[in-house]
């Protein structure tokens, strides 16, 4: 029998400090410690692009995504302080990736050269948000894909300032939900032949946007940025890690072995979610290691 090592790291969980979770960091540090992780990365989402045109209006002009950096530090450090015996933290940011904030958002990064870990995320493509149904009004869901990624990108090779490229295909967990499971069925069973037929709604999202996608990963392998596995949509019941296994093969295939893994835990159910599916998936893309980051500088760890 080989010897497999499990992943004990999660590099991708918000707390309090996060608009859209309301966990004390505590909390997160003690489910991480419950589930046996030897090291976890608070990323705290900083989106200066928000509220977006299809964000249900809630009376505000203020993106509430940006960070109160010295409370966030400040509660970082005290909790490192009193669990460094227990556990490894690291402190970290998701920065949210848009072309028309690119200088405001290098000012940031200059501004906060403190972090542990930084993943950048496309969560807005035209000034709009997949996670709301909106996005996909008037438009195919064929359309809207080729949008996002064109977009992803366009972030991608304007801003290569990140560690690792975060939840590269975040819109398939949306973009699924506009199916109905028969439509699905048709989707996929209509497409190529028996040796090219997509399994997959992952397979079949990258085989119609294989040329964008491929160009994100030659420019992440080219800045030398890790890839995500970020196991968040399993916990939802989407049935493949974002991105799915066609993209992590093809990474993979171009040369890329830089590959970073997370929950993308809001609440402490989730820290850790996945872990050991994202190893086996891995395993199974013929990766031999998975990276952590500590002061923006990878550490290896054997598969
Ligand atoms: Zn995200
Ligand atoms: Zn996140």
New binding site residues.
């Given amino acids: 029998m080989t010897s497999t090592n499990s992943i004990a790291s999660d590099f991708?969980m918000h707390s309090s400090f996060s608009a859209d979770s309301s966990t004390p960091m505590e909390e997160q540090v003690k489910a991480a410690m419950a589930r046996g992780l030897s090291s976890i990365c608070f990323t705290e989402?900083l989106d200066l692009d928000w509220p977006y045109d299809n964000t249900p209006a809630d009376g505000s002009d203020e993106t509430p995504f940006v960070i109160d950096y010295e409370a966030y530090r400040g509660e970082f450090q005290r909790l490192q302080g009193k669990y460094q015996a227990y556990i490894q933290l690291y402190f970290g940011l998701?920065l949210?990736l848009n072309l028309q904030y690119q200088s405001a958002i290098r000012d940031y990064l200059d501004q906060h050269p403190d972090f542990d870990f930084i993943?950048g995320?496309t969560?807005s493509s035209r000034h709009m948000d997949p996670y709301y149904p909106t996005f996909f009004d008037g438009i195919t869901v064929e359309e809207a894909l080729r949008r996002y990624f064109t977009d992803a990108l366009q972030n991608v090779q304007a801003m290569p300032w990140f560690d690792s490229y975060?939840?590269l295909d975040?819109i398939l967990r949306y973009a699924m939900q506009q199916f109905t499971e028969k439509e699905l069925r048709q989707l996929l069973s209509q497409r190529g032949n028996c040796s090219s037929a997509p399994h997959s709604f992952s397979d079949w999202a990258y085989e119609n946007n294989k040329d964008l996608i491929d160009e994100i990963l030659q420019s992440l392998i080219a800045n030398h940025i890790a890839l995500e596995v970020?196991t968040q949509p399993l916990k939802r019941g989407f049935p493949e890690t974002n991105p799915g296994k066609a993209i992590l093969r093809k990474y993979r295939e171009l040369g890329g072995d830089l590959v970073t893994v997370g929950a993308?835990a809001h609440r402490p159910d989730s820290v850790g979610f996945g872990l050991d599916a994202a190893a086996d998936l891995l395993r199974a893309c013929c990766f031999t290691s998975y990276v952590t980051y500590s002061k923006r500088q990878s550490i290896r760890h054997p598969l």
Avoid: K, L
Wanted: no cysteine; hydrophobic share 10%; proline share 0%.
């Fill in positions: 991708h989402h998701e949210g993943i995320s969560h975060g939840h975040y970020n993308d």
